[in-house]
């Protein structure tokens, strides 16, 4: 099974700066404890300057990445404030007919709602959720 972690990088911030990661981490050791043999595709990892590159460069890992959400089987994007980066790949995954998981306190929002197959209000609960189930049954 192939697993994408979607979420907020930039956010909204005005220059360079990048919002904790930290969350990938656990979120990737939450799914892996009970789901080891899960490929997990983490953008932040694969590109973790991206904040530095130039237009045609980041235009081509945007779009990329999105595919990549597209092609995963499940998708979990973890969104403490809005993200137009994971926004993108949470609408190109929910287009190929992925399982999207949301973590966000925004459950109100229409796209998380729209497009979430479940949400969670904290990575905690996702945690404790994540490491009792069977994630290939969600697909």
């Known amino acids: 099974m192939k697993l994408f972690i979607a979420g907020i990088m930039q956010g909204s911030i005005q220059g360079k700066g990048i919002q904790t990661q930290d969350y990938r981490q656990m979120i990737a050791t939450a799914v892996k404890t009970n789901h080891p043999d899960t490929e997990i595709v983490d953008p932040f ?39 137009m980066g994971t926004t993108l790949e949470m609408i190109r995954a929910y287009d190929n007919g992925k399982y999207i998981i949301s973590i966000s306190p925004m459950d109100k929002n229409w796209v998380i709602r729209a497009v979430s197959s479940q949400i969670f209000s904290t990575l905690d609960e996702f945690c404790t959720w994540v490491q009792q189930i069977d994630l290939a049954n969600l697909i």
């Open 45 to 83: 990892s694969l590109f973790p300057d991206s904040v530095e590159y130039d237009d045609t460069r980041a235009r081509q890992v945007l779009f990329a990445m999105a595919a990549e959400a597209a092609s995963a089987d499940v998708m979990i994007a973890y969104l403490p404030a809005a993200s």
